[in-house]
């Protein structure tokens, strides 16, 4: 557990992917919208995906016994989509290395991206100041880790957020004005201090040969919306331990006529 810096900041604690504040769990920004951000493009695409796995691998799925042939399409979107999960963090810890200046081996798969990241530092002139760090706002008791805090061409103190898919959508809007909002940070030794709000706030979308910077609305607006997507994924999350505890709530147990009030 970090030590705080000042009387009046909590103790700030990143353990793997969970985060800690005066020792209690708080969700991520990016659990909070999973839960509590609607995301109907998502099922369209599990959609599509699944057809597409389904056409393009038909003998192989017909030489399958049913039962087989049915986990296998049930996981096929999800597998897709950790595989792009894994290339973006994969593209991340290279494009981290290059903030910073060392020496990376690029696999062939990502030259294109690994590449176009490194000429947009060059052309920004990017001088990161936090990279990887974990924020947090103890009011509202949510945490997450931006990927990058950085001065561009020496003028523009920039909150960035590097992505890696296809398109860039309205919840990394969400995501971003989160960080922007964080009231304390965590530093590489592990103490704890005040966050400053950033002049600016933008995603660094990276494609296959060309990386864009695009700017993001992070302000009062998109912050409220993240808030209220918190509310939405806090009922889901005591609604789904309700459910698994068999306890009858939000949904009670049926009511016997005599029993009516």
């Given at each position: ?115 176009a990241y490194a000429r947009f530092l060059d052309e920004f002139d990017v001088q ?65 201090h005040e966050w400053t709000p950033p002049q600016r706030v933008a995603v660094i ?57």
């Amino acid at each position: 557990m970090s030590a705080p810096t000042g009387p009046t900041l909590p103790t700030f604690a990143k353990r793997g992917k969970r985060y800690f504040l005066d020792g209690e769990p708080v969700p991520s920004v990016t659990t909070i919208l999973k839960d509590g951000y609607p995301a109907p493009a998502l099922i369209s695409w599990a959609a599509r995906t699944t057809a597409d796995y389904a056409v393009n691998r038909w003998d192989e799925l017909a030489a399958m016994p049913p039962a087989e042939r049915l986990r296998t399409l049930e996981r096929a979107a999800w597998a897709s989509r950790d595989a792009a999960a894994l290339r973006g963090t994969e593209i991340h810890s290279l494009g981290e290395s290059l903030v910073h200046g060392r020496p990376v081996e690029i696999p062939d798969a990502y030259v294109g991206p690994v590449e176009a990241y490194a000429r947009f530092l060059d052309e920004f002139d990017v001088q990161p100041t936090l990279t990887e760090c974990p924020v947090a706002n103890p009011a509202h008791g949510w945490a997450g880790t931006p990927d990058l805090r950085a001065v561009l061409r020496g003028q523009v103190d920039y909150l960035l957020d590097l992505k890696t898919g296809r398109g860039v959508y309205d919840s990394h809007a969400l995501q971003l004005a989160a960080y922007a909002h964080a009231a304390i940070y965590l530093d590489d030794d592990g103490n704890v201090h005040e966050w400053t709000p950033p002049q600016r706030v933008a995603v660094i979308h990276v494609k296959p040969d060309a990386v864009e910077l695009l700017p993001v609305d992070a302000g009062e607006r998109a912050y409220s919306v993240f808030r209220h997507a918190s509310v939405v994924a806090r009922y889901t999350r005591e609604s789904s331990e309700a459910y698994k505890e068999r306890r009858p709530w939000p949904i009670g147990r049926a009511i016997e006529p005599a029993h009516v009030a």
